[in-house]
């Protein structure tokens, strides 16, 4: 199974020395607006250097141990860093920093749709280089994050994922096998997942066994749909939702309590009212309203993440 290709001028990224490279791209791109996207950067095994502008994550290529990085050049040019990792690994490493930006994403039908739907300082953010969700390097390591702040506190989600990554991930996140070796009992007793337990074994072994997800945990876009999401024994509406807003399925809000929360306190309205009233939003409904959280937490000038003490409330 292979990734979405990028665009033609995404895939010409030229080495400017050694573990280094440029990943040019046909349209502007804000990594810190991306990093502030949503909470996974506070996630192991992410850092974020505010100071120096630096994203980076512990990675396993092939089994070797290492880590890549990216950091802004200028609006449509980021640098590619990769430690440990040999010139073989160069592709794996670009295409790994290239999914968390969603660097293959044409943003301009969103631009239009948002800019005429009630959304216009958001379509503004996109154009500028916003409206990208920090992703992870696979879509099974999205979607056990995403199954692991179901029904928990932010702190249990960064607890629980710590403890993936620390066992069985030895550092990194671990693959579909490697969660499915470390077994259910493990899960419960020593990473503490819970009734999620079950649940995330489950779920990897149905998807690698449907071919929707490979043993590095690349998923199938197309094959894995919302229906066959919510299929999925014990992944109800929000998880689904958020897994597709992952896979640039914008057309559903993930609600969790902390949408309501929010609708509630600050636009004094329901979910269900607040969908209804952006129904011209159309596919781009769900990242309007991510924008527009984004918006109202940062000032969009200068966007700058809160120390890691100030952890946010979920990941969405």
């Known amino acids: 199974m292979t990734a979405s290709p990028l665009s033609l001028r995404a895939q010409r990224s030229d080495l400017v020395g050694a573990g280094r490279a440029t990943l040019q791209l046909d349209w502007p791109v804000d990594l810190g607006l991306t990093v502030a996207s949503h909470g996974w950067v506070h996630l192991e095994p992410w850092r974020w250097d505010a100071d120096r502008g630096t994203l980076s994550d512990a990675e396993r290529v092939d089994g070797r141990h290492g880590s890549i990085g990216l950091r802004q050049q200028n609006s449509t040019t980021l640098l590619v860093s990769g430690a440990g990792f040999g010139a073989k690994h160069r592709k794996a490493v670009i295409a790994r920093a290239a999914r968390w930006l969603s660097a293959e994403w044409d943003p301009s039908p ?53 403890a993936l990554v620390a066992e069985p991930g030895a550092g990194a996140f671990p693959t579909p096998e490697m969660l499915i070796e470390y077994g259910e009992e493990r899960l ?27 043993a590095e945990g690349t998923g199938d876009a197309a094959r894995l749909g919302y229906d066959y999401l919510i299929g999925l024994k014990g992944i109800g509406p929000y998880a689904a939702s958020h897994c597709r807003m992952l896979l640039h399925d914008f057309s559903r809000i993930p609600v969790d309590s902390v949408v309501v929360a929010h609708l509630r306190e600050r636009h004094a309205t329901t979910p269900e009212a607040f969908i209804a009233s952006r129904a011209e939003c159309g596919v781009y409904l769900g990242l309007g309203y991510r924008l527009l959280r984004l918006r109202e937490k940062f000032q969009v000038a200068q966007v700058e993440l809160a120390p890691p003490a100030q952890t946010p409330d979920s990941a969405y």
């Open 110 to 162: 969103a631009v239009d749709s948002l800019a005429t739907a009630g959304f216009a300082e958001e379509a503004a953010l996109v154009a500028r280089g916003g409206g990208r969700l920090l992703r992870c390097s696979t879509f099974y390591e999205d979607f056990i994050k995403t199954l692991l702040t179901v029904n928990t506190s932010w702190a249990g989600t960064c607890r629980m994922v710590s």
């Open 188 to 214: 419960r007793g020593i990473a503490k997942l819970g009734f999620r337990a079950p649940t995330a074994v489950a779920a990897t072994r149905r998807m690698l066994d449907d071919g929707v997800m490979d």
